[in-house]
Structures are given as structure tokens and as C-alpha cells.
């Protein structure tokens, strides 16, 4: 923990007079913004800005920093999110000017560079997948559902079909009905089957002329990979409808399967998942969306093409249109080829293997304690029903809160919900062994404290910057600005 009374705000630690830097003195002309804004768009008043030294402010953020759990300090299994390690080469390359001083809207002629790793990444991702095109607009795993489904519905209405509903099992993650509702379509439920996968028989019952898509996300959220996806490509083609993967879990089919080949028309990647570019934090990502041929003229604009050897921006008449500005966001494409190139079609393949031998590997250790819910073997991540808890009087959050304690991160609580008291574990491939065995000891003492002294996990967390908050009280009395 940190000593120095960081709680405290920047602004709440100003003192009058004090300076990051000594004035510059200027031996040429500056033409100083007063002359270069607006009269009437001037502020009448200086910005109440805090006055710190520099190392004031360094300390400052460094302490924060430290304070949040994240992938480069410690463990970090959060089922569904694939908190793999993010190489340190890849923010170098992101980082030269070449690429990070490069403006959108520069002509083609002077982006050669970056238009050739756009056509070279797309086509990377559309060999990994067995898809036919790639765009890599999309900012998001989200956003790349919602422009999948604005492509398929282009591709029905080119062939004179308004179809309406949009086919969504039980345990998909949350994104999934939400791109359909922005979509504009009617979301309807699949069930689970006793096994934990899709109940094709409840699918096929819902298959209608008014479907224009079935979204099913594979390896799907409990961890299973759904073995009958040539069935359920089969019986959705058949009603006309597409069939969407939520590509989310790639992280256990890359190198090993590819869902173009499993019979998927479109689905989505996750490059902060899957292809190691940072995540979270409000920051740019990278969702890109692969199709098959017969999706392909409806991708989003501008699409780069290789003509002879320039490459080119071009505009589709059939395209949906830009989702993005520009192509998306670059420097996260550059982190992901930068990825690629650096594993090879080797490397590639022995990512997935290591995800779902490390997450096997994992619950072996531990499922002696809470069981898994669905019979496996589980993929890159597996989902333990936290029902057993009950007897001590705890939740799946107590758990979770006091795993904190020891310096990892908790795993994703409460999802898919489908599994009672649902706690999902997803190890990754770039954690070592040592890191597995230590994680298994600490969820061990966390199940014996459970058993025995319940209320040390009650009461947890006991040695984060923040006790237990209330959750309830947070969201009702939402407060969002600093009283400062
Ligand atoms: C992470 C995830 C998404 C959404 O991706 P974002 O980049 O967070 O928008 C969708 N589906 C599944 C299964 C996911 O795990």
C-alpha cells in the first residue's frame, strides 16, 4: 500500500505557486493561441488547474496505478474477457511515428504502409478463421455484433426479405440481444439443453421465413463447444437465416478450428481478447467482422483493396457504410499484426492448445471444492456453480472479494446465467504453471476460510485500497462529479 496520503485528489493537494516545469524562454516569435482562437471563444477566466511540483504529480499516478488490478501486476481470470499478457513489442511498433503520426484523412498515396497492413491483417484474420473477407472498422466485440447484424440485414434486403427476429440462446453474453435491439430486430430466446449446450430442437421449433440470423457464440459461454454446430448451420440455412459466431472465445479454437469451416456466415473477433491488444479501460479496441463471400459487398466502408501494387480506398455501392471514422482504430490493428507476426501459424496453433489444457489443468486443482455445473471437457475457460457456498452462508461475490485479498484478480461473477452462483475462470495460454498452482492454492485457503471462518470472507476485502462498497447504494445515489 502506499504511504504518502495519495486518497486525496490532485486538485484537493494544490498549493498556490508551486510548478511542474520552469517557464520557457522563447527566442523566436509564438504566435500564442489568444491569436489564433476566436475572440468570443476565449475563457474570460484562467482553468482552476492544480498547482504541484512534477514529482508531485509522477507519484501522484504511479501510487494509482498500483492500486488497480491489472494483466502487467498479477493474475487476471476473468472468464468470458481473456486477460492474456500483452506483449511489450507490440506498444513499441505501435508507437513509431510512422504510424502514430499518421492523420485519417491523409491521402492514400501517403498511407501506403498503413493501407498494406490493413489488407495484410484482414487477410491474416480471414485464413485464421476460414472467412472469406474481413473489416477491421469496428471498435469493439460489441460493435462488430451490431455491424454483423446491420450486413446480414443489407444481404436479406438485396434479396427482397425483411425478416425481423434474431435467434439468441440463454447463455449468451449480454452484448448479443443488445446488437440486436440497436439493430432495429426482435431478439427471441433459444434454451440450453440438460448438457449446457443449445437445445436444437427448441432452436429448429423457432426457425421461421421471419429469422434473419441465429447468433451462437462457440466454444459458448460455459465453456463447451457446441458439437452439433453443423446441425444447427444446416437447419438455419435451411429457414434462409444466417448464422452468426460470436467469436469472443476464439482464444480456444485459434490454430485447432476454424468457424468458416464449421459453416459460420459471419461473426466477430475480439483483437483485445484474442490477438493480445490491451483492454478495457474506456481505451480504443478492435472488433472486427469476418464474412463469407456472400456477405463480403456489404462490409463497411471505405474498403482498402490492392490494385497492381497500390493500394486503394474504395466505396462499395452495396456497403453499409462507415461505422467508424476512417478505417477504425489503427494502433490497435498494428498491436495485433505485430502479434501475428510475432507467433507464426506455429505459435497460433499452440495458443489455443495451451488455453484449454491450462483451464483443464486448473480445474482439476480445484473441482474437488465447487464443481462445474455442465460435464465437460471444458475449452479455454471453465464456469463452477457456486451453489455449494450456501451451507456457509456465503455468495459467489464473497468468494470473489476475498481471492482479491491475495493479489489476483476475481474471476467473472454471475454470468452466464444459466449456472447458479456462477463464478467463470478463464486462465489463458500466457500464464505459467507456477502461476496456475499458485492460484489453485489461494482459491483452496479461500474455500477452507469459507468453510471455517466464514466471516473473514464475509467481510472481504481486508487488504484493497477499498472495502466493500455498496453496490446498492452506489447505484441508486449516483453522485459524478468531485465536490471540489
Ligand atoms: C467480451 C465479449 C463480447 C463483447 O466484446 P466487447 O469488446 O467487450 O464489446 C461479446 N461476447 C462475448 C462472449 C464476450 O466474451
Not at 485459434?254 to 476454424?258: L, M, Y
Given at each position: 500500500m502506499p504511504t504518502d496520503d495519495t486518497g486525496r485528489t490532485l486538485f484537493e493537494r494544490s498549493r498556490p505557486g508551486q510548478r511542474g516545469t520552469g517557464e520557457l524562454e522563447w527566442d523566436i516569435p509564438r504566435p500564442g493561441l489568444n491569436t489564433l482562437i476566436p475572440a468570443g471563444l476565449r475563457r474570460k477566466s484562467a482553468p482552476r488547474l492544480p498547482e504541484l511540483s512534477e514529482g508531485e504529480v509522477v507519484r501522484h499516478f504511479v501510487n494509482l496505478s498500483t492500486k488497480n488490478h491489472h494483466i502487467d501486476k498479477g493474475f487476471y481470470p476473468l472468464g468470458s474477457c481473456t486477460m492474456k499478457y500483452n506483449p511489450k513489442v507490440n506498444e513499441s511498433l505501435a508507437r513509431l511515428s510512422g504510424f502514430a503520426?499518421?492523420?485519417?484523412?491523409?491521402?492514400s498515396e501517403t498511407i501506403q504502409g498503413a493501407l498494406e497492413l490493413i489488407w495484410k491483417l484482414e487477410r491474416d484474420l480471414a485464413e485464421i478463421s476460414g472467412m472469406d473477407a474481413v473489416s477491421?472498422?469496428?471498435?469493439?466485440g460489441a460493435h462488430g455484433e451490431l455491424t454483423a447484424l446491420l450486413v446480414v440485414r443489407a444481404y436479406h434486403l438485396s434479396r427482397g426479405e425483411t425478416r425481423k427476429k434474431i435467434l439468441i440462446p440463454?447463455?449468451?453474453?449480454?452484448t448479443n440481444p443488445a446488437s440486436a435491439a440497436i439493430a432495429g430486430f426482435e431478439c427471441v430466446t433459444v434454451k440450453s439443453a440438460a448438457d449446457g449446450r443449445v437445445d436444437v430442437e427448441d432452436l429448429k421449433s423457432k426457425l421461421?421465413?421471419?429469422?434473419?440470423a441465429f447468433m451462437i457464440t462457440n466454444p459458448n459461454t460455459v465453456g463447451?463447444?457446441?458439437?452439433?454446430v453443423e446441425e444447427i448451420c444446416a437447419a438455419c440455412h435451411a429457414a434462409g437465416a444466417q448464422v452468426y459466431m460470436?467469436?469472443?472465445?476464439l482464444n480456444a479454437l485459434?490454430?485447432?478450428?476454424?468457424p468458416g469451416d464449421l459453416g459460420f456466415d459471419v461473426m466477430h473477433f475480439n483483437l483485445h481478447k484474442t490477438f493480445s491488444t490491451p483492454h478495457g479501460g474506456g481505451g480504443p479496441g478492435c472488433g472486427p467482422v469476418g464474412v463469407k463471400s456472400h456477405l463480403?459487398?456489404?462490409?463497411?466502408?471505405p474498403r482498402v483493396e490492392k490494385r497492381g501494387d497500390v493500394y486503394t480506398q474504395e466505396k462499395p455501392s452495396t456497403s453499409i457504410g462507415p461505422?467508424?471514422?476512417?478505417?477504425?482504430n489503427f494502433l490497435v490493428m498494428v498491436r495485433a499484426y505485430a502479434y501475428i507476426l510475432a507467433m507464426g501459424s506455429e505459435g497460433m496453433s499452440e495458443v489455443g492448445r495451451t488455453a484449454v489444457l491450462n483451464a483443464n489443468y486448473l480445474y482439476a486443482k480445484i473441482r474437488h471444492t465447487l464443481a462445474c455445473k455442465y460435464d465437460g471437457p471444458y475449452m479455454h475457460e471453465f464456469v463452477l456453480d457456486?451453489?455449494?457456498?450456501k451451507k456457509t452462508g456465503l455468495h459467489t461475490s464473497d468468494f470473489a472479494k476475498r481471492l482479491m485479498d491475495f493479489g489476483v484478480y476475481a474471476p467473472t461473477i454471475?454470468?452466464?446465467?444459466?449456472?447458479?452462483?456462477a463464478m467463470m475462470i478463464e486462465p489463458t495460454e500466457t500464464e505459467s504453471r507456477e502461476t496456475l498452482d499458485r492460484f489453485a492454492e489461494i482459491f483452496l485457503e479461500v474455500w477452507r476460510e469459507a468453510n471455517e471462518t466464514p466471516e473473514v470472507v464475509h467481510s472481504a476485502?481486508?487488504?484493497?485500497?477499498?472495502?466493500?462498497?455498496?453496490d446498492v447504494r452506489a447505484a441508486k445515489e449516483l453522485v459524478l462529479t468531485h465536490p471540489f
Open positions: 503520426t499518421l492523420h485519417p484523412l491523409q491521402p477491421l472498422q469496428p471498435a469493439a440463454d447463455s449468451a453474453h449480454g421461421s421465413s421471419d429469422v434473419a463447451l463447444f457446441e458439437t452439433r460470436d467469436g469472443a472465445n485459434v490454430g485447432i478450428a476454424r463480403a459487398p456489404f462490409l463497411p466502408s461505422v467508424h471514422g476512417a478505417f477504425g457456486g451453489s455449494a457456498l454471475y454470468f452466464p446465467l444459466i449456472v447458479p452462483e476485502p481486508h487488504n484493497l485500497p477499498l472495502k466493500r462498497v455498496d
